[in-house]
T-cell receptor, first 114, second 112 residues
Framework: AQSVTQLGSHVSVSEGALVLLRCNYS??????LFWYVQYPNQGLQLLLK??????LVKGINGFEAEFKKSETSFHLTKPSAHMSDAAEYFC????????????FGTGTRLTVIP | EAGVVQSPRYKIIEKKQPVAFWCNPISGHNTLYWYLQNLGQGPELLIRYENEEAVDDSQLPKDRFSAERLKGVDSTLKIQPAELGDSAVYLC??????????FGQGTRLTVV
């Protein structure tokens, strides 16, 4: 079975500050890991994904995430927050093989303070 | 290229009434998903289709929910009768085999 836990339902950062959104996963098989972003009244957009290649994954809009197997973590970071980064962020996991159903965390709402 | 299209965007119905949502996936995508997103929660899978076959519907409440994907393209999700607790956003997504899933904008259902 797969699941993810996102620590912190709300995160506030100042514009230009580091963004760190935390995600820990649980998986009985090697996982695929994803970060999605959801803007108000919109669907989900893929930011980045880990598929067992490089452990440091770079995504769109300057975001990146590092897969740490020893910590079962896949935290999302961005060096400098922009106002346009304000949104809901979801971490998700699926099995590396077989069915590719996504299991989502409960989300973290990012607020960027001017 | 058009993305995943869902309609309607918003729907308000009275409890015990039926409701249907429609999804048109990205052209050529053989896998289609319906997700339920409750307020303040992450999406949860309701059903996954591979072409016209429902390969995972274990989380679909079959007493009131039904879905179909005729000809392996468009899909319809139906609720009959709707209950107050069904108020949520219903998301459709599609992918090519096990590739990246692309999501539609969702249908926000309010049951009063």
């Amino acid at each position: 079975a797969q699941s993810v836990t996102q620590l912190g339902s709300h995160v506030s950062v100042s514009e230009g500050a580091l963004v760190l959104l935390r995600c820990n996963y649980s998986s009985s098989v090697p996982p695929y890991l994803f970060w999605y972003v959801q803007y108000p009244n919109q669907g989900l957009q893929l930011l980045l994904k880990y598929t067992s290649a490089a452990t440091l994954v770079k995504g769109i809009n300057g975001f990146e995430a590092e897969f740490k197997k020893s910590e079962t973590s896949f935290h999302l970071t961005k060096p400098s927050a922009h106002m346009s980064d304000a949104a809901e962020y979801f971490c998700a996991v699926s099995a590396l093989t077989g069915a590719n159903n996504l299991f989502f965390g409960t989300g973290t709402r990012l607020t960027v303070i001017p | 290229e058009a993305g995943v299209v869902q309609s309607p965007r918003y729907k308000i119905i009275e409890k015990k009434q039926p409701v249907a949502f429609w999804c048109n996936p990205i052209s050529g995508h053989n896998t289609l998903y319906w997700y339920l997103q409750n307020l303040g929660q992450g999406p949860e899978l309701l059903i996954r289709y591979e072409n016209e076959e429902a390969v995972d519907d274990s989380q679909l409440p079959k007493d009131r929910f039904s879905a179909e994907r005729l000809k392996g393209v468009d899909s319809t999700l139906k609720i009959q009768p709707a209950e107050l607790g069904d108020s949520a956003v219903y998301l459709c997504a599609s992918s090519l085999d096990a590739g990246e899933a692309f999501f539609g904008q969702g249908t926000r259902l309010t049951v009063v």
